[in-house]
């Protein structure tokens, strides 16, 4: 990226703006158990001197891109977003982030990109769920398949979130269209700065979404949301169908699934993924989806909405001491206004959650369940059979 | 490429050898003047726990017919665990290879101590023929249009 770009992605972010007031680093759940790391240096680094030295700083790549820093600054500045495009120069510069798991998940990611060898990916679909080949409604999966396969070790069977969305849909005479070799969003890949393979995933995806002929597909994955809605508009312009979140669908039918639901009874506490909250702005419909379970018993925490803090690691990057801090404060959170289960709407949190419940950190009667949104709503369904 | 036939298929096959058992291994069979095909290439690790499926993947797209990830036996790692290690990612690389529709002759994972010489002329004889068998990969990237990736 030429200086010139980089600088114009600053104006874009409003860091000029910036007061030095430090309200993002106070803010920040990184800051708060890293004292080395603060978002207002780092701004105040890049519009001092050369952006593309901080470009070089291992620090771009601490950022959860969380967004909650760009809701206290008083001067709007942009910083998750500006972390993006940062990142993106960074990773030209070969300043790579620490990658997770030892990058298998991206591995797959970029093989994705590349291979045009079919997948084999259907597996998930039992026989009692139906999904079609052509249709209106469209159901965007994302990588669950292959969590299933690469988190096999930390009891979380995310899997089930993609069986429960279809067995919801189904429960409303819908049979989405499931795509036999859809790819992965390139979601990770774009906040980890490649994006030259995220395009060649968007442009894949789209393509195929097109064919199949889809009017609106629906996504249970805040990252696929976002990726879809917001990023691949920026690659290929106008997308040819709409995207919707599938708790938005589901709040506009909820007498409808009302009805038809068996108690729960268990008393639940909400995280709002960073994605699906901050970045897209849907608050209202995951608590209203809770709300129709008979016996489900709601309880807010002091930190939710848009003051919400991340599940502690994004993107499969840096996943360290820091993560398992924060994800072990939002598990206790949860417990402290007297939840037994932390429910949240994205695999990943999910994911992270479950992995932040093995092992010791937390004793055994402090420890929440940890369950998906839409995977409580199809147990509701499957309660009243 | 358009004008590669099965006859004349040259594979690149990718072996993970652990330093202390499979590389001394294949040395071993060096030394005792052992045949086997020249289709492999061997990167030394310094255990097979080392290796990660992400390393696996990458090789597919990078161009890779097969991998072959070996290590010693068990009981015989010389940092204990780092098979039992191996074995556990390799079980999580299978079901995503799976999924990514790769044909499950292409990869492997084998145990090969140092004094398994014999044994290790024989496997890659065996593996070459299995990815001959196989044919060229459909999962490297295109080669007119190099995409790249940042390393990890
Ligand atoms: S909150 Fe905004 S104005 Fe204050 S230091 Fe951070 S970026 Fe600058
Ligand atoms: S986006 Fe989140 S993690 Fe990043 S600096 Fe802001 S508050 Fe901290
Ligand atoms: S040293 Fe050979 S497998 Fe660990």
């Known amino acids: ?153 930390i009891d979380a069977n995310p899997i089930k979130i993609a069986q429960s969305v279809v067995r919801v849909l189904n429960e409303l005479g819908i049979e989405p269209v499931v795509m036999k070799d859809e790819r992965c969003c390139g979601h990770d890949l774009l906040w980890g700065g490649d994006v030259k393979t995220f395009k060649m995933l968007a442009e894949r995806n789209v393509k195929m979404i097109r064919e199949t002929g889809v009017k609106k597909i629906l996504t249970a994955c805040p990252e696929c949301y976002r990726t879809l809605e917001v990023d691949y508009r920026e690659v290929v312009g106008k997308l040819g169908f709409e995207v919707i979140y599938i708790t938005e669908f589901l709040a506009d039918v909820s007498a409808q699934l009302a009805e038809k639901m068996g108690e729960i009874k268990q008393t639940v506490s909400y995280q709002d993924p960073c994605r699906l909250g901050r970045q897209m702005g849907i608050y209202d419909s995951p608590r209203k989806m809770l709300n129709i379970v008979p016996g489900l018993e709601f309880k807010e925490q002091a930190k939710h909405g848009v003051g919400a803090i991340c599940c502690g690691t994004s993107s499969w990057q840096n996943c360290d001491a820091t993560s398992k801090r924060i994800q072990t404060d939002r598990l206790l959170g949860a417990k402290a206004v007297g939840a037994d289960t932390l429910v949240t709407s994205c695999p990943k949190c999910y994911i992270h959650f479950k992995c932040a419940l093995q092992g010791e950190s937390i004793p055994e009667d402090q420890k929440v369940e940890v369950k998906d949104l839409i995977v409580i709503l199809a147990e509701a369904l499957n309660g009243k059979k | 490429m358009a004008t590669e036939t099965k006859a004349e298929f040259k594979p690149k096959i990718l072996v993970f050898a652990c330093n202390w058992c499979s590389y001394a291994g294949a040395d071993n069979a060096g030394v005792n003047r052992m045949q086997y095909p020249p289709d492999i290439r061997v990167i030394r690790t310094m255990c097979s726990g080392r290796v990660s499926p992400g ?92 995409v790249e990736l940042p390393v990890i």
């Open chain 1, 1 to 153: 990226m030429a200086d010139a770009q980089l600088h114009k992605k600053l104006v874009l972010t409003n860091a000029f703006r910036c007061l030095e007031c430090g309200k993002c680093t106070a803010t920040c759940p990184i800051s708060r158990y890293n004292g080395s790391y603060s978002p207002r240096r780092l701004i105040g680094r890049m519009i001092s001197q050369d952006p593309a030295n901080v470009a070089l700083d291992p620090a771009v790549w601490t950022c959860l891109t969380c967004g909650l820093c760009n809701t206290r600054c008083p001067s709007d500045v942009k910083y998750s977003i500006l972390t993006k495009e940062l990142r993106a120069e960074a990773a030209r510069l070969q300043n790579l982030p620490t990658i997770t798991h030892g990058g298998a998940l991206q591995a797959t990611m970029r093989l994705h990109a590349t291979s045009e060898q079919p997948q084999d990916r259907m597996g998930w679909v039992t026989d009692d769920l139906k999904v079609a080949e052509k249709g209106e409604w469209g159901y965007f999966v994302g990588c669950l398949p292959y969590y299933e396969a690469f988190f096999s070790d």
């Open chain 2, 55 to 146: 390393h696996v993947i990458d090789a597919f797209r990078m161009g890779a017919d097969g991998v072959l990830w070996s290590g010693c036996h068990f009981g015989d790692c010389h940092y204990i665990f780092g098979n039992y290690e191996a074995e556990k990612n390799y079980k999580k690389l299978e079901q995503m290879l799976k999924l990514m529709g790769v044909d499950h002759r292409r990869f492997r994972l084998e145990w090969v101590s140092a004094a398994e010489g014999n044994k290790w002329a024989a496997l890659i004889k065996e593996f070459v023929e299995d990815i001959k068998a196989a044919g060229p990969s459909p999962h490297k990237q295109n080669g007119t249009k190099p």
